[in-house]
Protein backbone atom coordinates (compact mmCIF):
# COMPACT_ATOMS: atom_id res chain seq x y z
CA UNK A 1 0.00 0.00 0.00
CA UNK A 2 0.82 3.32 -0.55
CA UNK A 3 1.09 6.55 2.30
CA UNK A 4 -1.01 9.36 1.73
CA UNK A 5 -0.64 12.59 3.49
CA UNK A 6 -2.88 15.38 2.43
CA UNK A 7 -2.51 19.10 2.94
CA UNK A 8 -3.98 22.72 2.32
CA UNK A 9 -7.56 22.39 4.47
CA UNK A 10 -8.91 25.48 6.19
CA UNK A 11 -11.90 28.26 7.09
CA UNK A 12 -12.56 30.01 3.92
CA UNK A 13 -16.02 32.07 2.81
CA UNK A 14 -18.18 31.37 -0.01
CA UNK A 15 -16.22 32.43 -3.36
CA UNK A 16 -13.03 31.72 -2.08
CA UNK A 17 -10.24 29.37 -3.19
CA UNK A 18 -8.11 26.77 -1.92
CA UNK A 19 -5.68 23.74 -2.96
CA UNK A 20 -5.45 20.55 -1.41
CA UNK A 21 -2.26 18.61 -1.83
CA UNK A 22 -1.80 15.22 -1.17
CA UNK A 23 1.90 13.42 -0.65
CA UNK A 24 2.34 9.46 -2.11
CA UNK A 25 5.16 7.30 -1.13
CA UNK A 26 5.17 3.65 -0.96
CA UNK A 27 5.06 2.55 -4.38
CA UNK A 28 5.70 4.01 -8.07
CA UNK A 29 2.95 6.58 -8.07
CA UNK A 30 3.01 7.14 -11.21
CA UNK A 31 1.16 3.67 -12.16
CA UNK A 32 -1.84 4.51 -10.05
CA UNK A 33 -5.17 6.58 -10.87
CA UNK A 34 -5.96 8.74 -7.62
CA UNK A 35 -8.76 10.18 -6.23
CA UNK A 36 -10.25 12.57 -4.07
CA UNK A 37 -13.39 11.91 -1.78
CA UNK A 38 -15.31 14.13 1.30
CA UNK A 39 -17.43 13.50 4.18
CA UNK A 40 -19.55 15.78 5.31
CA UNK A 41 -20.51 15.41 8.90
CA UNK A 42 -23.19 12.83 9.27
CA UNK A 43 -22.68 11.71 5.90
CA UNK A 44 -21.78 9.22 3.49
CA UNK A 45 -17.75 9.40 1.77
CA UNK A 46 -18.58 10.42 -1.38
CA UNK A 47 -16.97 10.52 -4.50
CA UNK A 48 -15.45 14.44 -5.69
CA UNK A 49 -12.72 13.78 -8.42
CA UNK A 50 -10.51 11.77 -9.97
CA UNK A 51 -7.15 11.49 -12.20
CA UNK A 52 -6.08 8.98 -14.69
CA UNK A 53 -2.28 7.88 -14.08
CA UNK A 54 -0.61 9.89 -16.36
CA UNK A 55 -3.00 13.13 -15.70
CA UNK A 56 -4.76 13.65 -18.88
CA UNK A 57 -8.16 11.59 -18.17
CA UNK A 58 -10.20 13.58 -15.64
CA UNK A 59 -13.34 12.87 -13.90
CA UNK A 60 -16.01 14.66 -11.39
CA UNK A 61 -18.94 14.25 -9.85
CA UNK A 62 -21.92 16.84 -10.79
CA UNK A 63 -21.71 18.58 -7.63
CA UNK A 64 -18.40 19.81 -8.32
CA UNK A 65 -17.84 19.86 -12.39
CA UNK A 66 -16.72 23.42 -13.25
CA UNK A 67 -15.20 24.25 -9.42
CA UNK A 68 -12.49 21.67 -9.00
CA UNK A 69 -9.63 20.64 -10.69
CA UNK A 70 -7.50 17.59 -10.16
CA UNK A 71 -4.10 17.11 -11.50
CA UNK A 72 -1.12 15.66 -10.14
CA UNK A 73 2.56 16.11 -10.65
CA UNK A 74 4.46 12.60 -10.87
CA UNK A 75 7.78 14.18 -10.53
CA UNK A 76 6.71 14.77 -6.99
CA UNK A 77 4.38 12.26 -5.92
CA UNK A 78 1.34 15.05 -5.51
CA UNK A 79 -2.09 14.86 -6.49
CA UNK A 80 -3.72 18.43 -5.91
CA UNK A 81 -7.34 19.44 -5.62
CA UNK A 82 -7.98 23.02 -6.72
CA UNK A 83 -11.03 23.87 -5.67
CA UNK A 84 -12.98 27.39 -6.69
CA UNK A 85 -16.13 29.37 -6.37
CA UNK A 86 -16.45 27.26 -2.88
CA UNK A 87 -19.93 26.63 -1.31
CA UNK A 88 -21.40 26.28 1.93
CA UNK A 89 -22.22 22.73 1.19
CA UNK A 90 -18.27 21.80 0.36
CA UNK A 91 -17.81 21.59 3.91
CA UNK A 92 -16.65 18.34 4.66
CA UNK A 93 -13.09 15.87 5.55
CA UNK A 94 -11.38 15.87 2.00
CA UNK A 95 -9.60 12.38 1.39
CA UNK A 96 -7.31 11.65 -0.86
CA UNK A 97 -6.95 7.96 -2.21
CA UNK A 98 -4.98 5.68 -4.17
CA UNK A 99 -5.93 3.15 -6.89
CA UNK A 100 -5.89 -0.21 -5.66
CA UNK A 101 -3.79 -1.43 -8.80
CA UNK A 102 -2.07 -0.21 -11.89
CA UNK A 103 -3.80 0.28 -14.71
CA UNK A 104 -3.30 1.50 -18.42
CA UNK A 105 -3.07 5.35 -18.96
CA UNK A 106 -6.36 7.08 -19.77
CA UNK A 107 -8.04 4.54 -17.26
CA UNK A 108 -10.03 6.47 -13.81
CA UNK A 109 -11.54 5.29 -10.80
CA UNK A 110 -14.55 6.48 -9.10
CA UNK A 111 -16.06 3.78 -6.55
CA UNK A 112 -14.58 3.51 -2.95
CA UNK A 113 -13.85 -0.19 -3.58
CA UNK A 114 -11.15 1.15 -6.62
CA UNK A 115 -8.87 2.42 -4.09
CA UNK A 116 -6.92 0.48 -1.07
CA UNK A 117 -5.11 3.51 0.31
CA UNK A 118 -6.47 6.69 1.97
CA UNK A 119 -5.06 10.11 3.70
CA UNK A 120 -6.23 10.85 7.26
CA UNK A 121 -7.96 13.65 5.68
CA UNK A 122 -7.71 17.34 5.84
CA UNK A 123 -11.08 19.78 7.07
CA UNK A 124 -12.41 21.96 4.83
CA UNK A 125 -15.08 24.68 6.25
CA UNK A 126 -16.91 27.27 4.18
CA UNK A 127 -18.74 29.85 5.69
CA UNK A 128 -21.49 31.51 3.41
Known amino acids: QVQLVESGGGLVQAGDSLRLSCLAS????????MGWFRQASGKEREFVAA????????HYSDSVKGRFTISRDNAKNTVYLQMNSLKFEDTAVYFC?????????????????????WGQGTQVTVSS
Open 51 to 58: ISRGGLST
Open 97 to 117: AAGRYSTRYGVTFSRESEFNS
Open 26 to 33: GRTFSDYP
